[in-house]
């Protein structure tokens, strides 16, 4: 059953000074064996960065004009670059991707004056995604994780062929490589889970960040990296 708690949490931070246009998305992990944690977007008409809330934490910046995706990892002070490359590769397995819409007796509550509506998503008949997502809420955030989300898809292209047969999943062919932006398409994700229990769940949002210029800039010295290149 989907939780409703996620609505109470929410706030939106108005009137603060920024040292440049930002929106701030913070969500909360659950994985299964692990504690919750953070995960925080910073979005700019440049960038999006994306970690736990913590700036001396290891991060990953998205530059949204050169649609590179840099993972930087302080601890040996490199940074693993992904660039954008098309999927050309034909998906091992058949993919019959089918989505509904959950119908409720009563609206989930609003979010900022629109309100979410749950979805499920499945590969071949199997269930695979869960989402409830608020249309036209925060648009600039849902166009970045879709480009984010597609350079991605085309880097698990790639190595596609180093997969076994037998290893190729349906749902995680189609979520991450042959349909990245599938959940993204009814709005943002404000609650969302996977069959074995991997979700987040929206905890506040802000679209006056004062997201410092600093948290955009990639570390000196640091080893640059790029698999496939």
């Not at 992904?82 to 979010?111: G, M, N, Y």
């Not at 608020?134 to 596609?160: C, H, K, M, W, Y």
């Amino acid at each position: 059953m989907w939780q409703r708690s996620w609505v109470f949490g929410l706030s939106l931070v108005c009137g603060m000074a920024w040292a440049q246009d930002a929106t701030m998305v913070l969500y909360q992990v659950m994985e299964p064996g692990f504690e919750p944690y953070s995960s925080r977007l910073i979005v700019t008409p440049r960038y999006m960065r994306m970690d736990d809330g913590d700036v001396a934490s290891n991060f990953v910046l998205f530059d949204r004009q050169k649609n590179i995706i840099y993972s930087v990892t302080h601890g040996d002070r490199t940074v693993l670059e992904i660039h954008p490359q098309a999927v050309t590769v034909e998906s091992p397995v058949a993919l019959e991707r089918k989505h509904v819409q959950v119908v409720t007796e009563e609206d989930l509550p609003a979010i900022a004056g629109r309100t979410p509506h749950q979805y499920r998503l499945s590969v071949n008949g199997e269930l695979c995604y869960e989402t409830v997502a608020v249309d036209g809420l925060l648009p600039d955030v849902v166009q970045a994780l879709t480009a984010f989300r597609s350079v991605l898809a085309g880097e698990n292209a790639r190595i596609l062929v180093d997969v076994p047969a037998d290893m190729h999943d349906p749902c995680d062919l189609a979520l991450n490589t042959y349909a990245p932006a599938w959940q993204l398409q009814f709005g943002l994700p404000v609650q969302e889970h996977d069959p074995q229990g991997k979700g987040q769940l929206l905890m506040d949002f802000s679209t006056e960040y004062p997201a410092e210029a600093g948290l955009f800039m990639l570390p000196k010295g640091y080893q640059h990296y790029s698999p496939g290149r």
